[in-house]
Each structure stands twice: as C-alpha cells, then as structure tokens.
C-alpha cells in the first residue's frame, strides 16, 4: 500500500538499504532502527540522495528494552502510526554461529522477541521477516518448495527457523496478526547506479563480495571451495538473485502482509541454479576482468547444490525475479569499482 509508514529495522545494511529504494519507488514511508553493528548511516545518506527523499534514522538495538516501544508509540502519538515493521535486523554469519551460539540466539531470537512483544504492546500487528534458504538444510528435493521438510544444519539456520516458528504460533493465537516470512536464497549485486551495494566489514564469507574484493584488486585470487561436487562442473550450485528483485519482492510482501492476517512462508529465488564457474566466468565476461582461482578443499557444512521454487511468490505476492546474472555482474562491479572499500573510507559521492 502506498503511503504506508513502515519500520525497518537494520535498514542501514546491504538488503536494507536497497529495500529502502524500492519501497521509497513504491510510494511506502520507511522509519529505520539500526544499531549499526554491521549497516552504516552513509547507506542510508545516499539512499536519501539516490531518492531525493528523507528518511528518519534511529539509533537504537531492538533488544534494549523500551527502545521499540518508544520509536512505535511516537510514531503514533505523531498521527503517523506504522503500519508493519519489516525486520531485517540480526546476524547473518553461518561460520561466526557455530564458533558464538550464544550471539546468534541473543540478536536474532531475542530480538524477536523484544520485537514482537513491543508490537504488541504499541497494536502493530503486521510483520515481514527475512529468513534464509538454509531453513531448509540438506535438499531431499529440488528445487526447494516451502513445504519441503525446514531441518537447519547450523545454530545460524536454527535460530531464523526459531523465529518463524514464534511467528506461527503467534498468528495462531492472535486472530488479528499477520506475518510473511521471506526466505532469501543468495542475494547479489547491487543498486544500478553503484551508489549502494555491499560491504563486508571483515573478509567476506559470501562468493560474491569475495570475487569483486578480487576483481579490485583487496585480494589476489578466489578460493574455490570443492571442484568434486556431483554439479556439471564440479562446484557448488546457488540460486542467486538480483538484490534489487529481493528488495522488490519485500515491497509486495507488504502489501500482502497489511491485507492478510495469518502466517505465510515464501521462497525468493529465480529458480535457477549457478555453479561457482559459471558465476566467475559471468563475472570476466560482463566485466571483462579476470579472477585468479585456487581449487581448495570442500567447506565443511556446504550443501552440493540447491535453488529454489518461486511459484509461491508468484500465485501470493505476483513477484518475479526480472534481472539475470549477468545483471548482478554488471552492477556489483559497478558498485565495488566506484567504492573499493565499500562505505568504511570513502567519501560521499558527489
Ligand atoms: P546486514 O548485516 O548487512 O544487515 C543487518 C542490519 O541489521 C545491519 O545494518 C545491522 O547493523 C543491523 N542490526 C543487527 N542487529 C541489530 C539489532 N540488535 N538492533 C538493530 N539493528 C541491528 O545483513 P543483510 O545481508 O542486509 O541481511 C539482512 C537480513 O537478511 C538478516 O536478518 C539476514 O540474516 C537475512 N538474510 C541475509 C542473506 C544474505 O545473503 N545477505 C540471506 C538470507 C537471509
Ligand atoms: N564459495 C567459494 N568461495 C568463497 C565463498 C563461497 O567457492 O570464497 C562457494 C561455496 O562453497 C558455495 C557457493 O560459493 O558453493 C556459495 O557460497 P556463499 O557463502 O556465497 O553462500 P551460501 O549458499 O553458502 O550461504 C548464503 C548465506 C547464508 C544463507 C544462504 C541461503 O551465507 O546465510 O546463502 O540464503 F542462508
């Protein structure tokens, strides 16, 4: 729904931040908290440049008791009452899980938590969570359809499926309550006009960030993990998308969620899976560049291959995936060329 106030919460990170450009398009208000563990306020800046809009920025960590509360009844008492909260906000590393549970547990269940129970208190009963394709664990069928069987291989995984597992039965208890969770499958590239993109803190776990930290020169080749996996080419096979579609599809999301009560999961994804070459050589080809590569032995807990089926978000939400690899290729370079340390160093463009 156009016009329709909306919190975000870790709004100033990589998804958050091309979600806020989306939304801003399709005519919704975003009011974002964030307590800048990973996102940065300079993304959030140049969204409002990219926009030509301004966009209320709070400082604050959603487990701070009082801090949901105080954004949610302020809004309202301003005669601008949100509509739904889109939560964003949480920890994202599958590795940095396994090593600090307890972190994981804390921001991204807690979180919730907290999150849920100032939405009650404060009457917001609309809600759009970012969950993750690793719900699923080891594929016992592909593609991935929401009903196949949600067994996590990690604390990571375990705790987003946590969360959408409060959401059910919060829906089910509360006849008015309305929450749609998202599971992402692997989101990549950046905004066209390279103003936003990603930018990893530390080395990037991901493949993508990795291959254009190389493609710039930060490092001098790219690991590639397993070269004996059951794929055609031997490496592992992702469904990738395009973050400007993931941020789309959170926009009709909204919509959705403000029209029905209940709870309702739903895959983002093309529904075509890429192997880690065919990603790499993409990559060389649109940008012509070349990556240097080191075959390195499997990384413990991969999955072989998975990609997803988006029928559900197409009948539910009428999305679709519309920009290819190659599109991913062109602006995440875009992006990681014109900011080669992404927003920690660089100046504001101009
Ligand atoms: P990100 O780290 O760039 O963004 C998360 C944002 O949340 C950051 O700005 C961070 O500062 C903020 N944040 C974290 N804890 C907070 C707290 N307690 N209070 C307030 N703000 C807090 O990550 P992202 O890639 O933009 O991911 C966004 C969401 O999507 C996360 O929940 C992540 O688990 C999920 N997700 C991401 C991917 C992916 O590949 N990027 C895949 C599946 C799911
Ligand atoms: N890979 C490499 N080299 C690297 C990094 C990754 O070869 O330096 C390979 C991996 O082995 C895998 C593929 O590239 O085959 C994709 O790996 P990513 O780490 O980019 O993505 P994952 O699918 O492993 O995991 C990501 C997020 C999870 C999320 C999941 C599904 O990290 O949080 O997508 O959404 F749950």
Excluded at 106 to 115: I, P, Q, R
Aim: charged fraction near 20%; proline fraction near 7%.
């Amino acid at each position: 729904m156009a016009d329709m106030r909306v919190l975000v919460t870790g709004g100033a990170g990589y998804i958050g931040a091309h979600t806020l450009v989306a939304m801003l398009a399709a005519g919704q208000r975003p009011l974002v908290l964030d307590n800048f563990s990973n996102g940065s306020a300079e993304a959030v800046r140049r969204v409002e440049r990219l926009c030509s809009a301004s966009i209320p920025l709070i400082e604050g960590d959603i487990r701070q008791p009082g801090v949901v509360q105080a954004v949610l009844a302020q809004a309202a008492a301003g005669g601008d009452p949100v509509r739904a909260v889109l939560h964003l906000a949480g920890c994202k590393a599958v590795g940095e899980s396994v090593a600090d549970p307890l972190k994981y547990y804390d921001n991204n269940v807690a979180g919730s938590l907290a999150l849920l129970h100032a939405m009650r208190e404060t009457g917001v009963a609309r809600l759009v969570f970012s969950s993750s394709a690793t719900v699923y664990g080891e594929p016992q069928s592909l593609p991935f359809t929401e009903a196949h069987p949600l067994a996590p291989a990690n604390p990571y995984g375990r705790t987003k499926l946590m969360v959408e597992q409060m959401l059910r039965d919060l829906c089910a208890a509360q006849a008015g309550f309305g929450a749609v969770t998202l599971r992402y499958f692997n989101p990549i590239g950046a905004h066209p006009s390279g103003q936003i993109g990603e930018s990893p803190r530390d080395v990037p776990n991901n493949l993508f960030p990795f291959i254009t930290q190389v493609a710039v020169g930060r490092r001098p080749f790219l690991n590639v993990f397993g070269d004996d996996y059951a794929t055609a080419d031997g490496t592992g096979v992702r469904d990738y998308l395009h973050v400007m579609d993931l941020a789309q599809g959170h926009v009709q999301a909204l919509d959705y969620a403000l029209a029905h009560p209940g709870f309702v999961a739903v895959n983002l994804g093309t529904g075509q899976g890429t192997s880690v070459l065919e990603l790499v050589q993409a990559f060389e080809r649109v940008n012509q560049c070349r990556i240097p590569l080191r075959t390195q032995p499997r990384r413990p807990g991969d999955i072989e291959r998975m990609w997803a089926d988006p029928a559900l978000a197409a009948s539910l939400l009428g999305w679709r995936s519309r920009r290819g690899v190659d599109a991913m290729c062109a602006d995440g370079w875009r992006w990681q060329q014109g900011n080669p340390r992404g927003y920690e160093t660089d100046p504001p463009a101009a």
